[in-house]
């Protein structure tokens, strides 16, 4: 897989450079999203853990991905303007787990 850098914007108020990229993934399936993180970590010079992949479109039948992702400066400001389930994507952060709570007993009425 090779991942081209399509665009680069820096973003001084939340901390982050934004990346367009395009994935050129021939005779493989669409990459994971850990493989882009690590390919887009060395291709930034950034750690892993700073880089956020938001998005990956691949169409039908092509060998191209094209993405958005976001490399922040510390991951401290990853950790704070990040939506939960985009850490949880990346595997920044463990998913919650909802405990259902029993139902209630149905009420029994007596018979008048």
Known sequence: ??????????NE???RVE???????TKEGTPKR?????KLASLMKAPAERVIVDSMDSEFGKTET???????????AAMKFEREHV???NKLKEKKK??????APAKVEKPR
């Open 1 to 10: 897989m090779e991942i081209e850098i399509v665009a680069k914007e820096e």
């Open 13 to 15: 108020v939340l901390d």
């Open 19 to 25: 990346v367009r990229f395009k994935a050129v993934h």
């Open 34 to 38: 850990e493989d882009v993180r690590q």
């Open 66 to 76: 094209f993405g958005y992702a976001k490399v922040y400066k510390t991951k401290e």
């Open 87 to 89: 850490l949880v994507r």
């Open 98 to 103: 909802v405990e259902k709570k029993a139902p």
